[in-house]
């Protein structure tokens, strides 16, 4: 005999449940951020039970298909859920909550009492007005999770490396601590029984013990070419636009001019080696290895340097951009190695955060097409720039109506 448990994070919750032997057919709605391994994993199947099962010739799904699943276990369908209270996840976003619930940030940010978006995971937020409570559908609010009573082996997966312990640091993620121990992502997690790719600064991690530098390499100092000239900005001016017109480096034009930020200002005169260029070919800035803010602080720069270029479907250079063939570019000329291919693949190769920073991804979901279809790159101050179909690259607000009810979450590379 097992036992189906139906776990919610409201505080009211009206279920309707229905069980079935050994093996039952039931449908199951895609979920924002589901696979057909989570799906079949969740359901005691296999991908390609499913994959037969709904006649699919590839592993791609979409938000809100519907899916026909051949269960081993018992299944229980939520009808609905009333709601007053949510628990912050990982990956969360205050934007992504409001949507969820058919509110508006500002409601949010009212009946919480915050002044701002910052939310943290493990937070509890009114997601309705004092008295009154919420009625969402079940998939996306209740985990159903089947336990058996029979006991099973657990198999321990051991190994001979050794260990040590790392201590976090601002500006480190997942993928930087792994590559600097000789590691994968995914060894870092299992190692670390994470569940997430959500990590803080000061947890101490398992890494192995293998070569490796405990702190990214620092960044190289560069000596100030000679045979400089005079700039002087202009408006509309980026310090990445310049560095492209000369031929240099961003760390180099900084380095020149012993800017410690991006920040310039209208007048103001620059050191620049040797001669523009008439038709300046964009060349790749350096940047600080492994570090998140000086990277996504290039992406950004790089990115508000290509205003004005046109909408080209499918395209992915000066002539014109798609929105992922903007991403493509922006990525590729900040050092970033990564493939050529739709938001939903760069979807796919990136991982939530909570709190965007300059240069991190946006992505919208259900625009032009079911499921994520639509990307850009965070700019602060809840703005974003992208390939508009109708104006080019352009800068736009997360805050206007259309966006706000496209939104799907703030990502990074890893």
């Known amino acids: 005999m097992k036992k189906t448990i139906i776990r919610s994070l409201s505080t009211t919750a009206l279920f309707s449940t229905v069980f079935a032997g050994s093996a039952m057919a039931a449908s199951y709605k895609v979920q924002k951020g589901d696979t057909l391994t989570k799906i079949a994993s969740n359901n005691h199947t ?61 409601e949010l940010q009212q009946w919480n009492n915050l002044t701002g978006t910052l939310i943290y995971p493990g937070q509890t937020l009114k997601v309705s007005a004092p008295g009154k409570t919420v009625t969402v559908s079940a998939p996306t609010m209740a985990k159903v999770t089947a336990i058996s009573t029979t006991p099973t082996t657990t198999t321990t997966a051991t190994t001979s490396a050794a260990t040590t312990a790392y201590t976090v640091k601002s500006g480190d993620y997942l993928g930087r601590i792994a590559a600097a121990y ?50 002087t900005v202009k408006s509309g001016d980026t310090l990445s636009k310049i560095a492209l017109t000369y031929d240099i480096t961003i760390s180099q034009l900084k380095t020149l001019n012993s800017l410690k930020s991006d920040l310039i200002f209208v007048g103001q005169k620059l050191k620049v080696t040797g001669t523009a260029s008439l038709a300046p070919t964009p060349t790749t800035p350096t940047s600080s290895p492994g570090s998140v803010s000086n990277v996504g602080e290039q992406i950004a720069s790089i990115a508000k340097s290509l205003q004005g270029i046109k909408y080209v479907w499918g395209g992915s250079s000066l002539s014109g951009f798609d929105c992922s063939g903007f991403i493509y570019y922006v990525a590729s000329k900040a050092g970033l190695s990564v493939p050529r291919t739709s938001a939903a693949g760069y979807y796919d190769r990136s991982y939530y955060v909570n709190t965007p920073k300059a240069g991190d991804l946006v992505f919208f979901e259900n625009t032009y097409k079911q499921g994520i279809s639509h990307m850009g790159i965070y700019l602060n101050e809840n703005q974003f720039i992208h390939a508009d179909e109708a104006h080019g690259i352009m800068i736009s607000n997360l805050h206007s109506p259309y966006y706000t009810a496209h939104f799907a979450a703030f990502k990074r590379f890893y």
């Open 182 to 231: 000789g590691m994968t992502v995914q060894q870092l997690k299992t190692l670390n029984n994470l569940k997430s790719d959500l990590i803080y600064v000061g947890q101490t991690l398992k890494v192995y013990a293998k070569q490796g530098s405990t702190t990214p390499a620092p960044t190289p100092t560069l000596a100030p070419t000679t045979g400089t000239t005079v700039y």
């Open 46 to 106: 296999s991908v390609e039970n499913i994959k037969k099962l709904n006649r699919l010739t590839s592993d791609r799904i979409y938000v809100n298909q519907t899916l026909q699943i051949n269960s081993k276990a018992p299944i229980a369908s939520v009808q609905a859920v009333q709601q007053t209270t949510y628990k912050v996840v990982s990956g969360d976003a205050l934007i992504k909550i409001a949507n969820r619930f058919n509110l508006t940030v500002g």
